[in-house]
């Protein structure tokens, strides 16, 4: 397994992410504990010379935490975090809160509202800020709290004026949050703006069309079901909502097609779905021979 994929299992362990906020993540903390540039295994610090012996040498906490960050070791990460703030390792303390609030850690939280608050971080490193921030809400099950805390701070984010993507990524953000509290019709509100304004994004299209299908609004889903496949997603779920859509909306030979979608994408994924959704499904006798070609799924 290599560094990004280490790091894709620890995110996916932590909790649900969207596809795209999670690739994301990813990349911005790989790229800067440096897994895609081949990094020596020690990072260079002056405070050692070439003749330190062995018993003097102390590892640099950075490279502790590329190590903890691979077994997915949330508390050494922890640990690790007074070393990085003597080091004013600023990338590194930021990595750790990322990924310590995609976990559900309290501090990981409080350490990302204070690098927010008291750095000089970019655009994308505020946008990654939020992003888990609102994961860090969802994973704890207490969005009610996320949305107290950001709701004002990512509509001004996301304001008139700034750039589209930016705009809809916040809105995004807050659907989230929305959904997570089941406050469906505010989620709605801004996943369709969100989805209007970057029509190219997968995960905006989908989301709108998983909160339309809860509201009961399958006519309206269905326009943005489509679109996800459009798009030609790669997440299994975003492609199984679409079905789940189509079959209760009785566009059977869509549904058919997403299905085989879904089995080209993951064979695994179809076959549990097709046992799992028996009941939405089995009536049709295109669905019955492939449960029975897969053999026990159809019992």
Same mark, same amino acid.
């Given at each position: 397994?290599?560094?990004?994929?280490?790091?894709?299992?620890?995110?996916?362990?932590?909790?649900?992410?969207?596809?795209?906020?999670?690739?994301?993540?990813?990349?911005? &903390?790989?790229? #800067?504990?440096?897994?895609?540039?081949?990094?020596?295994?020690?990072?260079?610090?002056?405070?050692?010379?070439?003749?330190?012996?062995?018993?003097?040498?102390?590892?640099?906490?950075?490279?502790?935490?590329?190590?903890?960050?691979?077994?997915?070791?949330?508390?050494?990460?922890?640990? /690790?975090?007074?070393?990085?703030?003597?080091?004013?390792?600023?990338?590194?303390?930021?990595?750790?809160?990322? &990924?310590?609030? &995609?976990?559900?850690?309290?501090?990981?939280?409080?350490?990302?509202?204070?690098?927010?608050?008291?750095?000089? /971080?970019?655009?994308?490193?505020?946008?990654h800020a939020y992003g888990s921030?609102?994961?860090?809400?969802?994973?704890?099950?207490?969005?009610?709290?996320?949305?107290?805390?950001?709701?004002?701070?990512?509509?001004?984010l996301g304001k008139e004026g700034?750039?589209? #993507?930016?705009?809809?990524?916040? /809105?995004?953000?807050?659907?989230? %949050?929305?959904?997570g509290a089941k406050q469906f019709?505010?989620?709605?509100?801004?996943?369709?703006?969100?989805?209007?304004?970057?029509?190219?994004?997968?995960?905006?299209?989908?989301?709108?069309? %998983?909160?339309?299908?809860?509201?009961?609004? /399958?006519?309206?889903?269905?326009?943005?079901?489509?679109?996800?496949?459009?798009?030609?997603?790669?997440?299994?779920?975003?492609?199984?909502?679409?079905?789940?859509?189509?079959?209760?909306?009785?566009?059977?030979?869509?549904?058919?097609?997403?299905?085989?979608?879904?089995?080209?994408?993951?064979?695994?994924?179809? #076959?549990?779905?097709?046992?799992?959704?028996?009941?939405?499904?089995?009536?049709?006798?295109?669905?019955?021979?492939?449960?029975?070609?897969?053999?026990?799924?159809?019992?």
């Amino acid at each position: 397994m290599d560094d990004l994929d280490a790091i894709r299992k620890i995110i996916d362990i932590l909790g649900e992410f969207p596809e795209r906020d999670q690739a994301r993540i990813i990349r911005w &903390v790989s790229e #800067k504990l440096g897994f895609t540039t081949k990094a020596p295994a020690v990072l260079s610090n002056d405070k050692f010379s070439d003749t330190d012996t062995e018993d003097t040498f102390e590892i640099d906490p950075r490279v502790e935490l590329k190590t903890a960050i691979r077994k997915g070791d949330l508390s050494r990460i922890y640990q /690790l975090l007074p070393k990085l703030r003597e080091l004013e390792a600023k990338d590194a303390l930021f990595a750790s809160a990322v &990924v310590l609030s &995609v976990g559900g850690v309290r501090e990981g939280a409080e350490l990302l509202l204070e690098l927010i608050d008291s750095y000089d /971080l970019s655009d994308e490193q505020i946008r990654h800020a939020y992003g888990s921030l609102v994961q860090y809400y969802n994973v704890r099950d207490d969005a009610l709290a996320g949305i107290q805390l950001l709701e004002s701070r990512m509509y001004a984010l996301g304001k008139e004026g700034k750039a589209t #993507k930016d705009r809809a990524f916040y /809105l995004n953000q807050l659907g989230r %949050l929305y959904y997570g509290a089941k406050q469906f019709e505010k989620c709605l509100e801004v996943q369709k703006e969100a989805a209007d304004l970057v029509p190219e994004e997968i995960a905006y299209q989908y989301n709108t069309s %998983l909160v339309l299908q809860q509201m009961g609004m /399958l006519n309206e889903a269905l326009k943005y079901a489509k679109r996800t496949l459009s798009l030609q997603p790669t997440d299994p779920d975003h492609i199984e909502t679409a079905i789940e859509i189509f079959s209760k909306s009785g566009l059977n030979t869509q549904a058919d097609l997403a299905l085989d979608q879904l089995r080209e994408i993951s064979p695994d994924r179809a #076959k549990r779905f097709l046992t799992e959704h028996r009941e939405l499904l089995s009536r049709r006798s295109s669905v019955k021979s492939l449960l029975r070609g897969w053999g026990g799924a159809e019992s």
